[in-house]
């Protein structure tokens, strides 16, 4: 199933370690709808979206976690939003969302990662806001299986990466957020663009492992944002410069 075209599509940017997000000549992979399947190899384009919606509206019957593209949610009937990317394979990516208009709590403040229609997969909701606290930085890991995805994870680093900076708050021991009224378009100056670092785990259609995500893990969570000459600061660098 097609996403339905009464939902607005979010305009989508993405910022990928040594490409563009055009394709090169290395790419098999003709797909480019995120709910149909396809297998990959390395450097093939991926398309995939991200659906953001209140935390139940993921859930049938409020207990089954279901792929925004499947027909029995009703997504489209709550006016929903998407993003869509289309990162290159086992490449490290900074895909980033500009919430200068867009702001996540309106719509409900979750999101899930997707892609897929007869092996749909989908990442577990994750909390971005509520007019309360905001995060921004969140990693994401594609899993593969011969080339097949079969799973999406959200990366947590216990709050690692803002502990002791009174200006964040630890949501949950997993994540850090930033208070939402001190975002640029809600009364603040900070820049509360959602970033989300990207990376791939298992095996392409040729068994060649994806190596990305152990990468990441030696740079360690959120480590990217620092490689971007051109990309604004983290948001631990901007609260630094404001208090």
């Known amino acids: 199933?097609?996403?339905?075209k009464t939902l607005t599509l979010l305009l989508y940017?993405?910022?990928i370690l040594e490409t563009?997000?055009?394709l090169t000549g290395g790419n098999t992979n003709n797909v480019y709808s995120p709910c149909s399947d396809t297998k990959i190899q390395r450097s093939d384009g991926f398309t995939f979206g991200i659906?953001?919606?209140s935390r139940p509206s993921f859930f049938l019957n409020q207990t089954l976690l279901l792929s925004p593209c499947d027909h029995r949610l009703s997504l489209a009937a709550i006016n929903s939003q998407?993003?869509?990317f289309r990162p290159k394979i086992d490449e490290i990516s900074l895909l980033s969302i500009n919430t200068s208009s867009f702001f996540p709590d309106s719509y409900g403040g979750y999101m899930v990662a997707f892609a897929g229609r007869k092996y749909a997969a989908r990442s577990p909701p994750a909390f971005i806001a509520n007019s309360t606290y905001i995060v921004t930085s969140f990693t994401l890991v594609m899993e593969f299986q011969k080339g097949r995805l079969q799973n999406f994870f959200w990366k947590r680093d216990g709050c690692a990466s803002c502990k002791g900076n009174p200006n964040f708050v630890c949501l949950n021991k997993q994540d850090c957020a930033i208070s939402t009224p001190s975002c640029k378009g809600r009364g603040g100056t900070v820049d509360c663009s959602l970033g989300i670092q990207l990376a791939f785990s298992g095996t392409d259609k040729h068994l060649a492992v994806l190596n990305s995500w152990?990468?990441?893990?030696?740079?360690?969570?959120?480590?990217l944002y620092g490689l971007y000459s051109n990309l604004k600061s983290s948001l631990t660098s901007q609260f630094n410069n404001f208090f």
Do not use: D, G, R, T
């Open 13 to 15: 940017s993405a910022v």
């Open 20 to 22: 563009a997000v055009a």
């Open 82 to 84: 998407f993003s869509l």
């Open 51 to 53: 659906a953001f919606s």
């Open 1 to 4: 199933m097609c996403l339905s």
């Open 214 to 223: 152990y990468e990441v893990e030696n740079l360690k969570q959120y480590s």
